[in-house]
C-alpha cells in the first residue's frame, strides 16, 4: 500500500524582495513519519515552515493538508484541522503559568467541554514531566524547561502534524535524551516535522531527511543515504 | 458649611464621578491594551450610551426602576454590537495599523456624533434615576458633650449616587473574574501578551479583536448610563470622558487595568475635589500637568510594564 500523504506542496516558493528565499519545493510528508529538515543556516528553512503553517503567504506554488487545498487558508484555520507548531522560544507565554500556557493550547480542541480542561491540561504536562511546576510563571523557568513546555504546548492540541522548529538547541544532553524518547513515543500518532541543526538527534529520529540549501531541495531519502550524498557534504562543509 | 463636611461633601460627588471614570477608562485600557487601537471614538460609544438611555426610556412605559434597568441592560449591548460591527468593518480592513486607525476611529467620532445630531437633536434631555432617596449624612464634632454626631445642613447624598459607586464597583469585580478565571479571559490576556503566537493556538484574533471593542465601548456605555440621571444626555458630552479616560490610562500605563483603576480614583476624586473648593479648570488643569510629568519622568504610565 502506497503511503498517504498528509500534507505535500507543489512548487511552493516565496521571494522577499529579488531574493528568493524559498524555490519551487514539492514535499511530501507521509503520514505517522518522523521528517527531519536541515539545511546550512538561511537554507530557507523557516521560511518554508512559516508557509505550511500560514505565518507567511506563498509567493506561488500550493500547499495541500489532508488531501484540501490549504494554500491561502489563514493559520487559525489549519490549526483547527490538526497542524500544530512551535516557533523557536517565541511561542509561550512567559507571563502566564505553566498551567495557563497549556491550557491555551487545549481549550481550542476541547472546545465547549469546559471540563475537561484541568485533567487534559495536567495530563500533558506529565507527559513531558512539568507536572510539578504548573503554577509556575513560564518565563521563569530555566531554559530546558521552556522547551519542554513550548512541546507540552504542541503536543496539548493533539495535532495530526506536528512541527517543531529546533526543538532541542539549548538542551542538555540528558535533556535531548528525553526529548528523543519523548518524539518516539509521540509518533505513534502524530506526523511530525523537525527542523533540527543537531545531527545526532535527526539520525535517531527521522524516518527521512529533507536537505534545504540557498531555498531548493538539493536531497531526500533515509538518513543512510543522506549521510552518503555528497552533495550534502559540500553543503554543509562550503565545498 | 465648615470644612470637614465640606471635604466629605465633595469626596463623595468625586467618588461618583470616578466610578463612572473607571468603567469609562477601563474599557479604552482594554480595547487598547489587547489591539493596540487608539480609539478616538470611545467618548462617542460613551455618549451614544448615554443617549439610547434616554430612548430608551422615553419609549418604554412603566416605572422607572424598569425603564432604567431595561436601558441599563439594552444600551451597552447595544452600543457593544456596534461597536463590534465597526472593527469587523473598519478597522479590520486596515489591519489595525496603529496610525491609520487612528484617522479611522476620528472618521467614526464624527459619523456618530453628527447622526445623534441629525436624529436626536442639540437638546440635552435627563433620564429619571430609579430611585433618588435623599440621604442626610452625619458628621462629628467635639463640643462640651465629648464626642457627638450632627447632621449638618445640606451634607448628603441620593441613595442613586451610592448606587453608582456600587454598581461600579461590582462591574470591575466582574471584569476581574472574567480576565483572571475563565477561558474567555485567558484568551484576551493571551492576545494582549502576543497576539501572534495566540493564533498558533488556534485562537481566531480577529474575532477576538471584535469581541473587545465591542467590550471596550459596552463599559465606556455602561458608565454614561449610570451617569445619565445625574448629568443628562446631550450629542457633544462624549469629549470629557474622552479626555478624562486618556489621562487616567496614560497615567495608570496603557493596558494595565489595576493602573487604570487607580488613576481613575486619582483623577476621577482630585477633580471632585478641585472642583467643590476651586474650579473645575483648576481641576483639568492639574491632571493635563500630571500627565505630562507622568509622560516626561515616567513614559510607561505608574503601573505600565518597562518598554522592552
Redesign the interface.
Known sequence: MAAVNLLSTRGLSRNFGGMKAVQNVDLDLQQGKIRALIGPNGAGKTTLVSML?G?IPASSGTVTFLGQDVTDMP??KR??MGM????QI???????TVF?NV???V???LGRA?KQ?KPEVLATLERVGLETRSDQVAGDLAYGHQRLLEIA?GLG?EPKLLILDEPTQGLSDGEIDEFIALIREVSANTTVLLIEHNISVVMALADAITVLNFGEIIAEGTPEEIHANPAVQAAYLGG | MEFGPHLMLAMLEGLVQASVLTLTALGLSLVFGVMRVVNVAHGEFYMLGAVLAWWITSLLGGSALIEFTAALILAPLLVGLLAGLADWLILRRVDYDPERTIVATIGLLYIIQQVTLMTYGPDARPVAPPFNTRLALPWFEFGENGFALYWPWGLSTTSYKLFVILAAILTLIGVWLLMAKT?IG??L??TQ??S??????????ERIYALVFGMGAALAALGAVLVVPIQQAHYLMGADPLLLSFIVVIIGGLGSLRGTVVAAILIGMSDGIISVFFTPTLAKMLATLLVAMVLVYRPQGLFGAKPA
Request: hydrophobic share 50%; charged share 20%.
Open positions: 503553517c505565518r493559520a487559525h490549526i483547527s500544530a507548531y512551535t516557533f517565541t511561542s509561550i507565554f512567559d507571563d502566564l495557563e491550557a491555551l493550547a481549550q481550542h480542541r469546559a480542561l504546548m492540541q | 477561558k485567558l484568551i490576556r493571551a501578551l502576543d501572534e503566537t495566540a493564533q498558533a493556538f488556534g485562537i481566531p484574533v
